[in-house]
C-alpha cells in the first residue's frame, strides 16, 4: 500500500512531490515547535506559536521564491501581480523578516526575556533544519528525479 502511494506520488511528477516534501516539512516543524511549546507552557508566553508559523511563512517565501521562478517562469508571467513578487523578492523577504523581529520585540514580557529568546532561538533552529532540508530535497528533485528517488 505504501509502495503503491510511493509510486502514485512520484507518477504525479515534480508538482507532486513537490507538494508531498510541503506536507512533510510543515508537519515535522509542527512537531519540533510543539515540542518547544511544551516546555515553556505554563508560561504562558504571548504570540510564540504565531510567530513561529509566520517565521515558517518567511522563510519558504525567501527560499523558494526565486528557485521556482527559475522552474514555473511561464506560469508566473501569465498572472498579473506575480512579477511584482517576482521582481522585489529580496525586498519583500527582508521586509517580512523585520516585521517578525519587531514583531517579536514588541511581544516580549518583562520577566520572560531568557524563556522567550530561547524560543526564538528554538524557531530558528527548527527553521534551519526543516526549511533548508526541504529547499535541498527540492533542488535535488529538479536537477533529476532519479536523485530523489534514490
Not at 527559475?70 to 521582481?87: A, H
Not at 530558528?124 to 536523485?147: D, K
Request: hydrophobic share 55%; glycine share 6%.
Amino acid at each position: 500500500l505504501m509502495i503503491g502511494g510511493f509510486g502514485l506520488i512520484i507518477y504525479g511528477g515534480p508538482l507532486a512531490l513537490m507538494i508531498t516534501v510541503f506536507v512533510v516539512q510543515v508537519k515535522c516543524f509542527a512537531e519540533i515547535i510543539n515540542i518547544g511549546y511544551a516546555v515553556y507552557k505554563m508560561d504562558n508566553l504571548p504570540w510564540f506559536r504565531s510567530l513561529s508559523w509566520y517565521f515558517l511563512v518567511a522563510s519558504n517565501y525567501f527560499f523558494y521564491g526565486e528557485s521556482l521562478v527559475e522552474q514555473f517562469g511561464v506560469l508566473i508571467n501569465n498572472v498579473d501581480f506575480l512579477p511584482f513578487l517576482v521582481r522585489y523578492h529580496r525586498l519583500i523577504s527582508f521586509s517580512m523578516y523585520i516585521i517578525g523581529f519587531v514583531w517579536f520585540v514588541l511581544s516580549l514580557v518583562k520577566k520572560y526575556y531568557l524563556r522567550q529568546f530561547s524560543l526564538f532561538a528554538w524557531t530558528h533552529v527548527a527553521l534551519l533544519v526543516v526549511v533548508t532540508q526541504s529547499y535541498l530535497i527540492i533542488q535535488n528533485m529538479f536537477q533529476g528525479l532519479i536523485w530523489l528517488i534514490m
